[in-house]
């Protein structure tokens, strides 16, 4: 998933949490409601956004972020620990007036678990990606992250901190290709991009 988080975008209403399976998805495509049924107490997750609801929470189309969509099993430690301070730390640099771009993602690298009462086959991620950016009058900065299911929720996103170089290669996405060569390999090859902004 790739969004854009403005300060317009963000710091709206409360909004609730009605998932829905996405409409425009074949419903033999994809996950409903019922199928996250137990998960929690089975395999210990939560119904987890790729494009977190309170990035988007002050736009007309908050209520599309609850499409399963967009949304994964993702380990509650996870979910409610690194995961959630990333996504907080990014609406933090919003609020300094700057615009961010996020890509966000899941990796498919070891078995977590399954859905114990989903009737579609179906695999769950072992852990996500979220590359996040500012580009300010063509100064482009970036700082990556890789995020494991068998995440504590004690631990600190900021040492899961990767390069954008190292998110390509586990994905195989290219995350900036509008990106001049030129400024490839500083903004992808290295650390540290937006840590300091991020509160690392």
Excluded at 42 to 48: F, P, S, Y
Excluded at 140 to 154: D, K, M, P
């Amino acid at each position: 998933m790739a969004y854009h988080v403005t300060p317009s975008t963000i710091d709206g209403p409360s909004r609730s949490r009605n998932w829905k399976a996405d409409p425009s998805i074949n419903s033999a495509n994809t996950l409903e409601p019922n199928d996250y049924s137990g998960a929690w107490a089975t395999i210990g997750t939560d119904r987890g956004h790729q494009v977190p609801l309170a990035s988007f929470s002050n736009t007309a189309d908050w209520q599309m972020l609850n499409y399963l969509s967009n949304i994964t099993p993702q380990d509650s430690d996870l979910n409610q620990g690194p995961w959630v301070d990333l996504e907080n730390a990014v609406r933090d640099v919003v609020r300094t007036g700057q615009d961010v771009y996020v890509v966000s993602g899941p990796l498919y690298e070891w078995y977590f678990a399954t859905l114990p009462e989903a009737d579609e086959s179906h695999s769950i991620p072992s852990g996500y990606f979220k590359v996040v950016i500012t580009d300010v009058n063509g100064w482009v900065e970036a700082s990556a992250f890789i995020l494991e299911q068998n995440a504590a929720r004690s631990d600190n996103f900021c040492a899961t901190e990767v390069t954008v170089n190292e998110v390509e290669s586990r994905t195989g996405l290219n995350i900036m290709p509008s990106l001049p060569s030129y400024k490839e390999n500083a903004v992808e090859g290295g650390l540290g991009g937006l840590t300091a902004a991020l509160g690392c």
